[in-house]
Nanobody
C-alpha cells in the first residue's frame, strides 16, 4: 500500500511563504514523475509543479519564479517551496506520484489526501 502524506499547509498573509512536504513514495519501485496539484473551490484541479525522475522541473505559468519543487530521495520526500504567495494561490494542494509498486505492475497515479493553503489579502 502506497500512501502519500502532505504537510505544511496553513494560513498565511499575501507575500508570505510556505513549504509543503509530501512523504511516502519510498515504497514505489519506480517513479516517472512527482507533482503538486491544487484545486480551488469551484475550479478544476490543475498541475502546479512537476519533477521527473531525471530532476527536470516544470511549472504552471502563474507560479513561475515564486514556487520551487524539489525532492530528497534519501528522505523519500518531495517539497514545494512557495514564496510571495497571493490570494489566488488559495486551494487544497495535492501531492501526486506517477509510479509503480513493482516491475510487473503498470504505472499508476498515487495521490495524497491534500493540504489546505489559504492566503489572506
Amino acid at each position: 500500500q502506497v500512501q502519500l502524506v502532505e504537510s505544511g499547509g496553513g494560513l498565511v498573509q499575501a507575500g508570505g511563504s510556505l513549504r509543503l512536504s509530501c512523504a511516502g513514495f519510498g515504497r514505489l519501485f519506480s517513479i516517472n514523475a512527482m507533482g503538486w496539484y491544487r484545486q480551488a473551490p469551484g475550479k478544476q484541479r490543475e498541475l502546479v509543479a512537476r519533477i521527473t525522475s531525471g530532476e527536470r522541473t516544470s511549472y504552471v505559468d502563474s507560479v513561475k519564479g515564486r514556487f520551487t519543487i524539489s525532492r530528497d530521495n534519501a528522505k523519500n520526500t518531495v517539497y514545494l517551496q512557495m514564496n510571495n504567495l497571493k490570494p489566488e494561490d488559495t486551494a487544497v494542494y495535492y501531492c501526486n506520484a506517477d509510479g509503480r509498486i513493482d516491475y510487473y505492475r503498470p504505472f499508476t497515479d498515487y495521490w495524497g489526501q491534500g493540504t489546505q493553503v489559504t492566503v489572506s489579502s
